[in-house]
């Protein structure tokens, strides 16, 4: 109990010097300040209720208000320029009988006025900039082009206000209508346009009779970026747009007749399964032969124009084997051949082994004459001329196993002509891991026409 007395005591004198000290001290100055005030406000209520203090106030406030509205006037009634640029130009003429030229498309247009009314004028619905050439025969015009105002108030100038208007009869011719093809890199890789069908392939194109001498195609334009769906199949395209050409391939500005067309167009995905064949280049390392020669990958599909696959037999790698004299692995990239455009296989990885090498030679290989123009025939100077014999160069168990139906050897005759030749003996071979040299360098022909 005594000691809980001695806690209440404590606290009772703590709060007793708070007051004291801060709560009291604070309570007066608030109402000295209130005091203050209100002898100021008394005074202030005292001024304004005065006459005197009244008029004055008034006229003040009058003067601010005048001089505001007086220099908010004079901003407004200034005159001031406002430009309008590339303004169309609208032209009313017998669009089905004539052709215009000179007219230029839009024009620069500026008012002038206070900004009051150009203010007005600029919130008011676009007027047209016209140029009637109603009634004018074909022939050479200087018209006046002319602003339709929106306030008789404002002036206004145009540049070019004047143009020299060439009127042209229309006359009208039918074309043939081809397809041109466009943004085919967005095709899907293994697809390819087969074909594109449209209903109708003429077309009529009006003009002035040099404008329509000028075209020398018109072509219904395919964007394959407008294909809905890219798929095996037939794809209907709406609205294509037709545009002619001059010869220089530069667009003509003439009337076609249909604007647009229907084109049906035909997708396809032509592959083809063919080998991959490794091809090496350089001179291995003395006394060495190619053994084998492992792929990961054997076969390739390819993607791609018929055309070009039809001619496709294999896909050829080339790996460096200069001064190689060791086994090794190779890891390539396989390049696209023109006209593929895509493979199953981008890459490959390819192991040579290698071992001692052997000579063998063959002989009696007959001469082939390739790239020979029509119309021409080859004959041998001699015997000699017409075989030739044929070293091999490699592992003994690869070459054992080369015969003569493995062998060919022939002349390039690109750009020979009738007359008598010494020509170099080429040698190649089915096996890449041998090497074939034709023991005799140059053989004599004579080419004669049939």
């Known amino acids: ?50 006459t005197n203090t009244l008029i004055f106030v008034s006229l003040f406030l009058a003067i601010v208000v005048f001089i505001m509205i007086d220099q908010k006037i004079l901003i ?13 130009v609208h032209v009313t003429y017998n669009e089905e009988s004539y052709v215009i030229e000179g007219l230029p498309e839009t024009v620069d247009v ?12 600029k919130q008011s619905p676009a007027h047209d900039i016209t140029v009637d050439l109603a009634g004018l025969k074909p022939g050479t015009h200087k018209v006046n082009i002319k602003y339709s105002q929106v306030l008789p108030s404002i002036e206004y100038k145009i540049n070019p206000s004047v143009a020299t208007v060439i009127i042209y009869p229309k006359i009208s011719e039918t074309r043939v209508l081809s397809v ?19 209903d109708d392939d003429k077309v009529v194109i009006k003009g002035a009779e040099h404008q329509l001498k000028e075209v020398a195609e018109v072509k219904a334009l395919v964007d394959v970026k407008n294909l809905v769906k890219q798929e095996v199949g037939t794809v209907t395209l709406k609205d294509v747009p037709l545009k002619a050409y001059n010869e220089k391939g530069e667009p003509v500005d003439v009337e076609i007749v249909p604007e647009k067309i229907d084109a ?18 350089g001179d291995l390392a003395f006394g060495m032969a190619i053994s084998s020669i492992d792929m990961n990958e054997t076969k390739i599909t390819v993607y791609g124009n018929e055309s070009v696959l039809n001619d496709l037999k294999y896909i050829p790698v080339k790996i460096d084997v200069e001064k190689l004299k060791e086994n090794r692995t190779y890891k390539m990239e396989i390049s696209k051949p023109v006209g593929v455009k895509s493979m199953s296989v981008n890459n490959i990885t390819v192991s040579v082994i290698l071992g001692q090498s052997s000579n063998r030679e063959i002989s009696d290989i007959g001469i082939e004459y390739r790239n020979l123009k029509e119309g021409y ?74």
């Open 110 to 121: 500026t008012l002038i006025g206070s900004k009051a009314d150009l203010y007005f004028a």
């Open 264 to 281: 049906k167009v035909e997708i396809a995905s032509p592959s083809k399964e063919v080998p991959i064949k490794i091809i090496p280049t």
């Open 1 to 50: 109990m005594k000691k809980s007395s001695g806690m209440h005591i404590f606290f009772k004198n703590v709060g007793k010097i708070i007051d004291k000290r801060i709560i009291v001290p604070l309570t007066r100055l608030i109402l000295n300040i209130g005091k203050i005030f209100n002898k100021i406000g008394n005074k202030l209520e005292n001024s304004l209720s005065s």
């Open 76 to 88: 407004l009634t200034e005159n001031s320029a406002e430009v309008f640029k590339s303004q169309p």
């Open 180 to 198: 041109d093809i466009l943004n085919q890199d967005n095709l899907d890789s293994k697809y390819v346009i087969k074909n594109v069908n449209i």
């Open 377 to 450: 025939a080859v004959q041998g100077m001699s015997i000699n001329d017409t075989k030739v014999s044929v070293a091999l160069t490699g592992v003994k168990a690869v070459i054992d196993q080369i015969g003569a139906d493995d062998i060919s050897a022939y002349l390039d005759l690109d750009g020979y002509t009738e007359g008598e030749y010494e020509v170099p003996v080429k040698v190649e071979g089915t096996d890449v891991k041998v090497q074939y040299t034709a023991k005799t360098k140059k053989v004599k022909i004579k080419i004669v026409k049939k």
